[in-house]
């Protein structure tokens, strides 16, 4: 079964850990297609990559498009896979959850790990925990979800959920809370599973390479929120 699954990575300067993710998740889903989109890292990444001995590794260098929400839908354009996931590149030891979400996806559409259900943790430093938490949770009332991790950016999903919603390729990872919201909207299920945040590789965060860069992003995602809470009207 796992042929019929593709895993998307995002990469930027990940040389301190993408070795290790694709090899967990080789590991974990042995068989699996593994879709990398490079945004022409500087520090070798792509070479890393490309040295793996893997036969279904796909990789795209991309030089004049960054970004999460686009690499996200370049993937998900050159996937093959019956279902769907997406890891952050420096989060490879969470592959491992990867097969408790494959069996959850016998009964649900969508399976997302969670840091705010029981059994989850968030171990990043205090600030981002605080925002992230407090982001969550004024999402979900605003939007009236019935997710508690709308943020979150793992996640492994039945290709048929792209025939209800397709996500916005736009922004950072804000595209992904209104992926999950309107999957949720048209009545896709959804099931989250917990799991621990772990703390960030130092000097490997792409949402928080500094205070002010993290309070635009954190912008960002304010707005989006807005415009789908307008639009749902």
């Known amino acids: 079964m796992n042929e019929n699954i ?21 590991k974990n889903l042995n068989g699996a297609e593994i879709i990398v989109v490079d945004d022409n890292s500087p520090d070798g990444t792509l070479e890393i990559i490309k040295a793996i001995d893997y036969q279904k590794l796909k990789v795209f260098s991309r030089k004049n498009t960054k970004g999460l929400a686009t690499a996200f839908l370049l993937g998900l354009i050159n996937s093959t896979g019956k279902h769907i996931g997406w890891l952050d590149s420096n989060m490879g030891s969470l592959a491992e959850k990867f097969p408790e979400m494959l069996k959850k996806l016998d009964s649900n559409d969508i399976a997302i790990l969670s840091r705010y259900i029981p059994g989850g943790k968030d171990e990043r430093g205090k600030f981002r925990v605080i925002i992230s938490y407090l982001l969550n ?42 992926f999950f919201y309107m999957a949720e ?15 960030d590789i130092e000097g490997n965060s792409k949402s928080f390479p500094n205070l002010p860069k993290f309070l ?15 639009r749902r009207r």
């Open 6 to 26: 593709s895993i998307i990575l995002s990469t930027y300067n990940e040389k301190p850990s993408i070795k290790f993710t694709i090899n967990s998740i080789i």
């Open 137 to 178: 949770k004024f999402t979900k009332f605003i939007l009236r979800s019935k997710i508690n991790d709308l943020s979150s950016g793992i996640f492994l999903m039945k290709r048929n959920v792209l025939n209800d919603v397709v996500p916005v390729a736009k922004g950072h990872g804000e595209f992904i809370i209104e």
């Open 185 to 199: 909207k048209k009545g896709n299920k959804i099931v989250e599973i917990p799991y621990i945040h772990p703390a």
């Open 216 to 230: 635009q992003f954190g912008f960002f995602y304010f707005v989006r929120i807005i415009q789908i809470l307008l």
